[in-house]
């Protein structure tokens, strides 16, 4: 099943060239940009990792377009979406979100009923991708897990 | 033949789940499809330049900046340079694309950040970048405090500097000879990194003293050999800083009498030979006292009746009440 979250996630995926002008969108906006990722797919999952430190007083898509190819390179199974923040008095708030990139194959939710007292049912989604521990979610090999870089001083 | 050849479709390549990747060789590559000219055309250089506004930063740089007639030299030639370059590379004939990072030595106030400005105007319009801002760094904006800090903070300003011109002022700074646990040699080498790397997309201008320059290149040969252009300011004469003044006080809608003119002149051959004299930046602090002293004889004096002419003429007492006349700035 084909996780929508964020901007564009009806489209299909974006290219490169296409993120590249998302993120100049942003840069004209003076919205500072951030990378995230994750390997847990529930929706209600809010804070995601960070990859490195938001990216403040950009001038040109290039840094940041490098960076999301760095975490691509080193989470090729997690997914990976780029934010861009409104500081804007009044607004403070995340105004552009978009997903760079997702596992290769996404195995979905599953319902679950919980009987309660009185017949009663309480439900839940639960993704399949995390029966798994954290880093062996996606992919044959998954990631590696323990030691994961959040992108700080990488070479 | 240009444009046929799959590459216009790139673009829709987005239809495929599998995210694609481009380089900016494969950019680059694309632009070039689009401006290819065959074997016969012939091209206006003129109109190259006009386009790109060469002629426009060039002659800006004429009109705004007094004198450093080697400077300018030095900028008429690179961009005759790059115009041929950019033309020749539409006729196919692949030039490497040259090596664009500067060293700028001069003494302070000689006008290197104004021309790092200029060249970051002149490369866009040239096409050789995309924004042509310019990110001032020192010592302390890209060295850490700690292991792992210097890394990052690097990184983040070269960053910021993609696309543009990285100043980097006082550049020797970075290199502590004699000390073991200083982390500015963990910077020359990430800086070379992307001096190597953004090739494409970013000018790395070196800025500092002669001397100490040289020092630094002696220590650093790797950097000594990835600077393509050493540009030498050389100090303003009196006469030029007389000039630089007179637009100063211009800008301010201020003007000088003609004692106060012969006054800026003396002023300024002394002041030129004592220490701590920092060319374009000195006349500034000068005029600024000189305004004080005006406010002062104007508000204080007998006769507090002026008129618009009062207000905005510096007189010659103003500038011969300074320090500089009785023997200078020794005294401090």
């Known amino acids: 099943m084909r996780i929508t979250q964020g901007t564009f996630s009806f489209l299909p995926d974006l290219t ?11 840069l004209a906006h003076e919205w500072p940009l951030s990378i995230e990722f994750t390997d847990d797919p529930h929706p209600r999952n809010t804070y995601w990792e960070m990859w490195g430190l938001p990216m403040f007083d950009l001038q040109d898509p290039a840094a940041l377009l490098d960076e999301v190819r760095a975490c691509r390179d080193e989470h090729p199974e997690h997914y990976v979406r780029v934010i861009a923040y409104d500081a804007s008095l009044g607004r403070q708030t995340v105004a552009l979100s978009f997903l760079v990139n997702r596992p290769s194959n996404e195995p979905g939710f599953r319902l679950e009923r919980q009987e309660g007292k009185d017949r009663q049912i309480a439900y839940t989604t639960h993704a399949y991708a995390t029966d798994r521990p954290s880093g062996q979610r996606y992919g044959r090999h998954g990631s590696h897990d323990g030691a994961r870089s959040n992108g700080d001083g990488r070479g | 033949m240009a444009g046929a050849d799959g590459r216009t479709s790139f673009g829709t390549s987005g239809r495929s789940a599998a995210v694609s990747r481009e380089t900016a060789a494969e950019a680059e590559a694309r632009r070039r499809d689009e401006e290819a000219l ?35 030299e030095r900028l008429r030639e690179l961009a005759a340079l790059l115009v041929v370059d ?12 040259p090596t664009l990072h ?3 030595t001069g003494n302070p106030g000689t006008g290197k950040t104004t021309v790092a400005q200029r060249i970051g105007e002149l490369l866009t319009g040239l096409g050789f970048l995309r924004r042509g801002h310019v990110v001032t760094a020192t010592r302390d904006d890209l060295v850490g405090e700690y292991v792992g800090h210097t890394a990052p903070k690097t990184k983040e300003i ?11 002022d006082e550049a020797y700074y970075l290199h502590r000879p004699g000390n073991e646990r200083d982390y500015g040699g963990e910077a020359i080498e990430i800086l070379l990194q992307a001096m190597e790397d953004h090739r494409d997309d970013l000018v790395v201008v070196l800025a500092g003293y002669a001397d100490r320059m040289a020092t630094f290149f002696e220590a650093n040969p790797g950097m000594q050999s990835r600077v393509a252009h050493h540009v030498d ?16 006080v211009a800008d301010q809608g201020l003007r000088f009498s003609s004692e106060a003119h012969s006054a800026l002149h003396e002023y300024l051959e002394l002041r030129r030979e004592q220490p701590w004299f920092a060319g374009a930046r000195s006349v500034r602090n000068a005029l ?11 508000g204080e004096g007998g006769d507090t009746k002026v008129g618009l002419a009062d207000l905005t003429t510096l007189e010659a007492p103003d500038l011969r009440a300074s320090r500089v006349f009785a023997g200078g700035h020794r005294a401090e």
């Open chain 2, 158 to 168: 070269v960053g910021k500097a993609r696309g543009g011109v990285l100043f980097v």
């Open chain 2, 102 to 104: 500067m060293c700028f």
């Open chain 1, 16 to 26: 490169d060239d296409e993120i590249r002008l998302q993120i100049d969108y942003a």
């Open chain 2, 233 to 248: 300011f050389p100090d303003f004469s009196a006469d030029e800083l007389v000039t630089i003044a007179e637009g100063m």
């Open chain 2, 288 to 298: 600024d006292r000189a305004r004080m002293r005006q406010a002062r004889r104007l």
């Open chain 2, 38 to 72: 065959s074997a016969d055309d012939t091209v206006d250089l003129g109109e190259v330049r006009r386009e790109a506004g060469v002629d426009d930063v060039l002659d800006a740089l004429d009109r705004e900046l007094v004198g450093l007639a080697p400077v300018k």
């Open chain 2, 86 to 97: 950019r033309v020749r590379e539409r006729f196919g004939i692949t030039t490497d694309r």
